[in-house]
């Protein structure tokens, strides 16, 4: 494993993570709202196994990387660009489960000299969104929160800082009871063991300092424009979707996939959230590495 630091403009900073194939094809990871750069072991693993240079970063406002308030998802792209540049790579692909998702889906849409392939695993879609209902299938937890965001963002605000000061300090079966409206059968069963101590690592990592990072991600994928035209995308993509998704349920992987024509989609009657995590990356890395 291997951290360093990116200098972007004004000074600001890009706390990044690194494991794997030092020596090989580089993917990154794009963690999920709210997440960390911590690199889950089994998907290291995998990266060594497959000879994969697999790169993690919090992006601003989350760990140690500066905050930014007011940024876009397009906004990863650029910061991307800046990590891969600074590493000394030229080409490189790129997943994001989750909150991730969208930030990736930037990469496919502005950076087609740069990523050779994208895979986006439970990934909401777009806040302006035509023909979806957000709240359908929604967890309860995640639809007070769009609730109030929209009806008094000073007292979201203040929620959500109230939120991570919880996560930070939760043990694993605190986090679990935290999340409970949010998940299904199949992805209850999942979040134990190593998966749930990992998850309440990144996320009390990526809270540190406060809840910037998930106060900005939300604001990027759920209420400001994203920045980029997802009919414009000619890098070759994956969506991933599980039916049983109560954080970004189904119909966003639906929407995702009917207005992504080209993308190869997976859209999953037996996964969930979290299920895809666990089960799928490994299957994004071979197939983005059959894509350099």
């Known amino acids: 494993m291997r951290e360093h630091t990116v200098t972007r403009e004004a000074g600001r900073q890009l706390k990044v993570r690194e494991d794997g194939d030092p020596r090989g094809r580089a993917i990154f990871s794009l963690h999920g709202t709210?997440?960390?750069?911590?690199?889950?072991?089994?998907?290291?693993?995998?990266?060594?196994?497959r000879g994969i240079r697999l790169i993690g970063y919090d992006r601003p406002g989350y760990g140690e990387s500066t905050p930014v308030r007011g940024r876009r998802v397009v906004d990863a792209a650029?910061?991307?660009?800046?990590?891969?540049?600074?590493?000394?790579?030229?080409?490189?692909?790129?997943?994001?489960?989750?909150?991730?998702g969208p930030h990736a889906l930037a990469c496919a849409a502005t950076l087609p000299g740069r990523a050779v392939a994208v895979s986006c695993l439970a990934s909401p879609a777009p806040a302006d969104a035509d023909g979806l209902d957000p709240f359908e299938g929604l967890g309860e937890a995640n639809a007070e929160d769009m609730r109030l965001m929209e009806s008094d963002p000073a007292a979201w605000e203040a929620k959500g800082e109230e939120e991570a000061k919880m996560m930070r300090?939760?043990?694993?079966?605190?986090?679990?009871?935290?999340?409970?409206?949010?998940l299904s059968e199949v992805d209850?069963?999942?979040l134990t063991g190593e998966l749930g101590d990992f998850l309440r690592a990144q996320m009390a990592?990526?809270?540190?300092?406060?809840?910037?990072?998930?106060?900005d991600d939300n604001l990027a994928e759920g209420k400001f424009a994203w920045g980029f035209d997802l009919t414009k995308i000619h890098v070759p993509v994956q969506i991933w979707h599980g039916r049983h998704d109560k954080m970004a349920p189904f119909q966003n992987g639906r929407w995702l996939a009917d207005h992504l024509p080209r993308a190869e989609t997976h859209l999953e009657p037996d996964e969930g959230h979290i299920t895809l995590y666990v089960n799928r990356v490994p299957e994004a890395h071979a197939w983005i590495l059959t894509q350099f």
């Open 78 to 100: 650029h910061d991307i660009v800046a990590i891969a540049d600074a590493l000394g790579i030229e080409k490189f692909g790129v997943w994001g489960h989750s909150g991730g």
């Open 34 to 49: 709210p997440g960390s750069r911590l690199l889950y072991g089994p998907h290291v693993a995998d990266a060594r196994r």
């Open 205 to 215: 990592a990526g809270l540190a300092g406060g809840a910037a990072g998930m106060r």
């Open 169 to 182: 300090e939760a043990s694993s079966e605190q986090l679990l009871a935290m999340l409970d409206s949010l």
């Open 188 to 190: 209850r069963k999942a």
